[in-house]
């Protein structure tokens, strides 16, 4: 058995910054409810004809990280691609970025686990380089929540949290047999997948069904969220899948240099820093800026904090999401 180690990181969101301020002349909202409720100031959205997509970003972001772990895109064996927002219904945006990227004829899996997603992406990408099948994999997170998203008052308890962008990792083969990603943990609970959810259209309720019906309430293309109910269950999961990481190593809370949790809530993070009584330092938060980006925000996440010095070789880094599913998982990585 190999081991893996994340070796380039890139990230990428679109020049469009909106404001909690903008988003007011939309709907019945202000910056103060905002950051009480979500700890969000600004948001990135896709403008229209900037010639971004979910797979676009996608790219942008792969290139960088492709240029940091010094390799070309022939060079990759695999894309592991998490979106809950890809370019089409089918096919998924793995196969985009494949072309996109002149690549070889590789495997493209399309993850669809929403704010897990990557961290449940990087999973896979981790097995497939422990087992020898696969040397360098690209795992990216990318999403376009803006083209999606109810931009009334009807729409606010959603809309307001949701941003754009990507990232992407390139997880290697570890050569040198040191660090790398020790493990990962995944769970589901699908028994409250309706607290967080997108039900139309679907495969039975389709597009000619919702016409006819001409909905002017409760419509079922734009999502939905029990946002107390959510949280309540996060505040838990989050906790239990990063002792379950720590433990399965051999290692305490006090070990983690760097937590970079799913940034689906500011008031869930500092709860969860809180909880585990670690120190602003210890903790990387950027929904302030880019709100949540769904299997976006780890990945955008990881690549700030080590763009700005604050993950370093030998640091202990654990990553921890939770989202619709329910899904959560954590991974634990020795930079």
């Known amino acids: 058995m190999y081991t893996s180690k994340i070796t380039g990181l890139g990230y990428y969101v679109p020049e469009n910054v909106v404001t909690n301020d903008d988003l007011s002349k939309l709907m019945d909202t202000n910056d103060a409810w905002i950051q009480e409720r979500t700890g969000i100031k600004e948001r990135r959205h896709i403008k229209k004809g900037d010639g971004n997509s979910t797979s676009v970003m996608a790219v942008k972001a792969s290139t960088i990280a492709l240029e940091r772990a010094k390799l070309k895109p022939t060079d990759i064996d695999m894309i592991v691609f998490a979106t809950l927002s890809p370019d089409m219904y089918f096919p998924g945006g793995g196969v985009e970025v494949q072309e996109m990227m002149g690549m070889r004829t590789i495997p493209a899996l399309d993850v669809r686990?929403?704010?897990?997603g990557f961290v449940y992406a990087l999973s896979v990408a981790d097995q497939f380089v422990k087992?020898?099948?696969?040397?360098?994999?690209?795992?990216?997170?990318?999403?376009?929540?803006?083209?999606?998203?109810?931009?009334?008052?009807?729409?606010?308890?959603?809309?307001?949290?949701?941003?754009?962008?990507a990232g992407a990792a390139v997880v290697s083969r570890n050569e040198t047999g040191k660090g790398g990603i020790l493990s990962t943990h995944l769970?589901?609970?699908?028994?409250?997948?309706?607290?967080?959810?997108?039900?139309?259209?679907?495969?039975?309720?389709?597009?000619?069904?919702?016409?006819?019906?001409?909905?002017?309430?409760?419509?079922?293309?734009?999502?939905?969220?029990n946002g107390q109910f959510v949280f309540k269950h996060a505040i838990v999961r989050f906790a239990e899948v990063i002792q379950e990481g720590l433990e399965a190593n051999n290692l305490k809370v006090e070990d983690i240099d760097m937590l970079i949790p799913h940034q689906a809530n500011l008031r869930i993070s500092q709860f969860i820093q809180h909880k585990l009584k670690l120190t602003d330092d210890q903790v990387f938060n950027n929904i302030q800026k880019y709100g949540n980006t769904t299997?976006?925000?780890?990945?955008?996440?990881?690549?700030?904090?080590?763009?700005?010095g604050k993950i370093k070789e030998g640091d202990l880094v654990v990553l921890a999401a939770f989202g619709s599913g329910f899904t959560w998982g954590s991974a634990i990585i020795r930079w």
């Not at 686990?113 to 897990?116: A, R, T």
């Not at 040397?135 to 009807?154: A, F, P, Q, W, Y």
């Not at 299997?295 to 700005?308: D, K, M, V, Y």
Request: proline share 7%; hydrophobic share 30%; glycine share 10%.
């Open 113 to 116: 686990n929403q704010c897990s």
């Open 131 to 165: 087992t020898g099948m696969h040397k360098n994999i690209l795992v990216i997170g990318s999403e376009n929540h803006s083209g999606g998203l109810d931009m009334t008052t009807r729409g606010r308890n959603v809309s307001v949290i949701f941003g754009d962008g």
């Open 187 to 225: 769970h589901s609970e699908g028994q409250h997948k309706n607290e967080l959810s997108l039900q139309g259209p679907s495969t039975s309720h389709w597009v000619p069904e919702i016409i006819a019906e001409n909905p002017q309430e409760n419509i079922p293309y734009y999502p939905v969220m």
């Open 295 to 308: 299997a976006a925000s780890i990945p955008i996440a990881l690549t700030e904090a080590w763009e700005e």
